[in-house]
C-alpha cells in the first residue's frame, strides 16, 4: 500500500520562496510529481520528474519552480521561488507505478501581501 507525506504549504509574500516535500513509501515509483488546485479550477500539473531524471514543467512555473527527488529515499520536492499570488493552491504530490498512481492529501499554498 502506498503512503504519501506532504509537507511544506505554507503562507509567503509575493516573490517569496517556498519548499514542498512528499515522502512515498510503497513500491518503486516510475513518475513523481506535483499537481495543483486553485478553487474553482480544475487539477493541473506543476511539475514532474521521470526516476531517471527528466523533468516537464507547467509554462507558468517554468524558470521559478525546480523539481527534484531521491530515488534512494523516495522522496519528491518542489522549490517554488519567485511565488505570485496566482500560484495560490493547494498543491498535491503525484505518484506513478506499474500498478497505478496514488496521491498525497494536499498541503495548501498562499501568496499573499
Known amino acids: 500500500q502506498v503512503q504519501l507525506v506532504e509537507s511544506g504549504g505554507g503562507l509567503v509574500q509575493p516573490g517569496g520562496s517556498l519548499r514542498l516535500s512528499c515522502a512515498a513509501s510503497g513500491r518503486m515509483f516510475i513518475l513523481m510529481g506535483w499537481y495543483r488546485q486553485a478553487p474553482g479550477k480544475e487539477r493541473q500539473l506543476v511539475a514532474t520528474?521521470?526516476?531517471?531524471?527528466?523533468?516537464n514543467y507547467a509554462d507558468s512555473v517554468k524558470g521559478r519552480f525546480t523539481i527534484s527527488r531521491d530515488n534512494a529515499k523516495n522522496t519528491v520536492d518542489l522549490q517554488m521561488n519567485n511565488l505570485k499570488p496566482e500560484d495560490t493552491a493547494v498543491y498535491y504530490c503525484?505518484?506513478?507505478?506499474?500498478?497505478?498512481?496514488?496521491w498525497g492529501q494536499g498541503t495548501q499554498v498562499t501568496v499573499s501581501s
Open positions: 503525484n505518484v506513478k507505478s506499474v500498478l497505478g498512481e496514488d
Open positions: 520528474i521521470s526516476r531517471p531524471g527528466i523533468t
